[in-house]
């Protein structure tokens, strides 16, 4: 019904950028809540970002400052910009969306593939 395509992962040196991107396509009606999440061998899937349809957003403290999340509700698609990068960002990055569905108005959450995002020291 709704599929999500991230893109924008890949290997950076400590200190630098990247800016990832979750496009969302399918039946949608709407989208509500956007976010990023991260995921590293053998921990819990973690909040990073998110962005409500009001236009509010939330960080995790240890992202504060460094990274931005963004929403093109045209486009149905989330950014993160990731600056001042560190070894400890190093995971795959997911995106989520809230999603009412067309036709049903159906409210799921749907995630995206994952995208690797490593920084070497």
């Known amino acids: 019904q709704v599929q999500l395509v991230e893109s924008g992962g890949g290997l950076v040196q400590a200190g630098g950028s990247l800016r990832l991107s979750c496009a969302a396509s399918?039946?949608?009606?709407?989208?509500?809540?956007m976010g990023w999440y991260r995921q590293t061998p053998g921990k819990q899937r973690e909040l990073v970002a998110s962005s409500t349809s009001g236009g509010g957003t939330n960080y995790v403290d240890s992202v504060k400052g460094r990274f931005t999340i963004s929403r093109d509700n045209a486009k149905n698609t989330v950014y993160l910009q990731m600056n001042s990068l560190r070894p400890e960002d190093t995971a795959v990055y997911y995106c989520?969306?809230?999603?009412?569905?067309?036709?049903?108005?159906?409210?799921?959450?749907?995630w995206g593939q994952g995208t690797q995002v490593t920084v070497s020291s």
């Open positions: 399918g039946r949608i009606f709407r989208i509500n809540d």
């Open positions: 989520k969306m809230t999603v009412v569905l067309g036709i049903s108005f159906r409210v799921s959450d749907y």
